[in-house]
């Protein structure tokens, strides 16, 4: 359950740096409301999750998925350059990332 929590914390993580982006400097209401949200639920469920898990594989965990999202959203959404070095980079740390939440442990 506690990966499970890291997981969508990553996936609200990639939520609040895209509506960053978003926001123009926190100078667009809703981008920024949806930031706050994203970010508050991203840190509030990564906190509960520390509760179970060691925080190194943890933190690497949702700061990969947050990053692999965050970039793979720019690139099909946002027109983010498209590379076959930059696919084949976000492709290891999504193997990273699992190999971090295979080698985490609980409590």
Known sequence: MAWLLVVV?????????????LSHGFTRLWP???????????????????KKLDVGPAYAVWTGIG????AIYGMIFLDDLVSTLKI????????????????????
Do not use: D, P, Y
Request: charged share 5%; proline share 0%.
């Open 9 to 21: 914390a990553g996936l609200l993580e990639t939520g609040f740096a895209v509506c960053l982006k």
């Open 32 to 50: 920024t409301i949806a930031f706050c949200v994203f970010a508050l639920g991203s840190f509030g469920l990564l906190t509960l999750s520390l």
């Open 67 to 70: 990053a692999a999202g965050t």
């Open 88 to 107: 084949i980079s976000i492709s290891l740390v999504i193997i990273g990332v699992i190999g971090l939440q295979l080698s985490g442990s609980s409590h």
